[in-house]
């Protein structure tokens, strides 16, 4: 039986990878079938005609990745039960804000075989700790999901530009189903059993660009920055291994962990709000408004959400802990409570290119990094 | 008895590495002698005055670091006999190709307690493969041999912009000397019992600067530039873990490994002449010639090493290898095999960009590094 896929989503990044899985299920005629649904939320373009008809009717998504042809085994539609219904092969690429609802519509009507990745960035969290919006979607669904993460600024995927790509699984079989899916000459998957390294890479990034970006705004020179991209990979790597099992080092020398890092800081708009925020002394919110159309940043959002993490992942603990130890959670990451605070407490940003985030006691702590579960 | 320090070499990054031990012996009169000698190479600076009395006087380099101030005792010593013998410290920070012959003249005049560092970023090679600096400098001397490397960029140690760097030792408690030696808050010192990682990370990564710059000549996006710099930091730890035994992933994770790559590829001169290459369509010769008044460039140098030493390694191997195992030991470094290619055996640049180097087959053994002795 062949596989059927659908993707859910159509934003910038879901019409670029649209394009990448329109093009390889034609490679694989044998593997899947040549129509690849995808659920666009409809809107009036101009005021005129149906984003869904013109994505249909000129192959383009003229709305959030003009001038690339979609192939036309592509086809728009603005039900999201009718597009993932009959599909055994789900890629879910839309705002995380949106996983909840669209997943519990979908509940009960999806093909007894589905399965599903997650290309969502972001992160989510409860009294325990980071939940994986991975986790989210399998929760609700009951299916097996795996995550796709890289250094793939979408318009270059799109244009095929040579990018490689990170895939983490669970399942090995489900893996190479994956990688058939999206492996192409010019999009190279990797693949790496360990969901939760490769989905938190996606999320944490964004919070090491945020201080790339400070550093940038104080004329920083090149050794700190590569400092500052050390030191934030390495407590990538500790977020992970403090709050998940089974997370493997090998993960952040993947597309998804350094070679992503390397595009968000250097190629992405955190950096460049940040680097406005420590020149021009303004709110973020007041940035927002003035460089993104008010589109929130991603890496402050995270940065807030991680500092609540550990500040919580201390308070459910509190019986084992002393406030000596709350101390010491925080500074298992200097990195990124110094940013957070440099956001929202005003901390002097100084103190992000000065030894403040690298106390021998904490690059101790970064040279041998607990193992899980350890917080 | 206290350590006393001693500089071989007075260079850039000598005369900035100057700065720091001079002031961190300072630091502590418990552990070590105030004066720190300096081997100079004599020469006279604008037919006038001796550099060593330049030093002396003026503190301050003149001709290689000039703009910072030395501490007062950094000593410049025209013999190296003289730096060298009484010394317990000995830190090695010349260009390379003068490393055997002052090892030498110091043979058999060194103080017994005598313990060595190298700061030479460089690569020798012999019949069988690559051979370390530091055990150039081990085998001569018979004494222990540390290393240091980093994102060092010498003007900025020197003025004391937050900076990282990578001690590798065999001996831990000698590694915490020169911890002491060198560690200040803007000179964060990191120590990992890795020789061999940390000194080949130093000589590696300028090829992958090199092909960097090819990417840029090309005008390449930026996912394909971090996909360079991902693969080339796999193919950096293959290399290593081909060659020698007991290398660590963890170095590659430390200043000498991720961030050292990230300050090459992004600030540094390798990247520069090889886009020109790329653009100008002129020999690396004629641009040495016009860009680096006639120096030679590190990464194409090393790239052609790196060749000679994958070549032989399989020519060592004769009676196992098959020619088509030839292929596959080029093809476990398809990237700089390919950069290799590109400077000195015509091949088109975008060989580089496309998916050339990162063949499925490649990209499955970047996957899963044979271990050491694997050639």
Redesign the interface.
């Known amino acids: 039986m062949k596989h059927k896929v659908a993707i859910l989503g159509s934003g910038n990044w879901g019409s670029a990878i649209a394009k990448v899985v329109g093009q390889n299920v034609r490679q694989h005629p044998e593997l899947f079938e040549d129509e690849v649904r995808m659920y666009v939320y409809e809107e009036l373009v101009d005021g005129e005609r149906y984003l869904t008809s013109i994505i249909n009717t000129n192959h383009e998504n003229v709305k959030y990745l003009p001038g690339v042809k979609l192939p036309d085994n592509i086809v728009a539609d603005p039900d999201p039960i009718r597009t993932a219904e009959d599909a055994t092969l789900l890629i879910f690429v839309l705002p995380h804000q949106f996983v909840n609802s669209l997943c519990h519509k979908l509940k009960g009507k999806l093909h007894h075989r589905a399965k599903a990745i997650s290309l969502i960035k972001g992160m989510a969290f409860n009294e325990k700790g980071p939940v994986l919006i991975s986790s989210i979607i399998e929760d609700i669904l009951g299916i097996d999901v795996s995550v796709l993460c890289g250094?793939?600024?979408a318009k270059?995927?799109a244009?095929e530009?040579?990018?490689?790509t990170t895939v983490g699984y669970k399942d090995k079989e489900v893996a190479q189903v994956w990688k058939q899916v999206f492996?192409s000459?010019?999009f190279?998957v990797?693949?790496?059993e360990d969901i939760a390294g490769v989905e938190l890479c996606g999320a944490l990034k964004n919070i090491i660009a945020v201080g790339l970006g400070m550093a940038d705004g104080l004329g920083?020179?090149?050794?700190?920055?590569?400092?500052i991209?050390?030191?934030g990979?390495?407590e990538m790597?500790r977020f992970a291994e403090t709050f998940f099992k089974g997370v493997k080092?090998?993960t952040?020398?993947?597309?998804c962990g350094?070679?992503?890092l390397?595009?968000t800081c250097?190629?992405g708009r955190n950096r460049k709000v940040a680097a406005a925020f420590v020149k021009q002394k303004k709110s973020f919110e007041q940035l927002e408004k003035e460089m993104l159309h008010g589109q929130k940043l991603q890496g402050t959002l995270t940065a807030q959400e991680v500092n609540t993490i550990l500040k919580r992942a201390n308070l459910t603990h509190r019986h084992n802990f002393t406030p000596c130890l709350l101390r010491l959670v925080m500074r298992k990451f200097p990195l990124m409570t110094t940013i957070y605070e440099v956001c929202f407490e005003k901390k002097d940003p100084h103190s992000l290119?000065?030894?403040g985030i690298?106390s021998?006691h904490a690059?101790a702590l970064?040279?041998h990094p607990p193992r899980s579960g350890s917080v």
């Open positions: 250094a793939n600024i270059d995927v244009w530009h040579f990018s490689e492996h000459p010019s190279n990797g693949l790496v920083a020179g090149a050794n700190t920055k590569a400092a991209m050390r030191i990979l390495a790597r080092q090998e952040f020398f993947e597309s350094v070679a992503d390397i595009v250097f190629f290119t000065d030894s690298a021998p690059l970064l040279q």
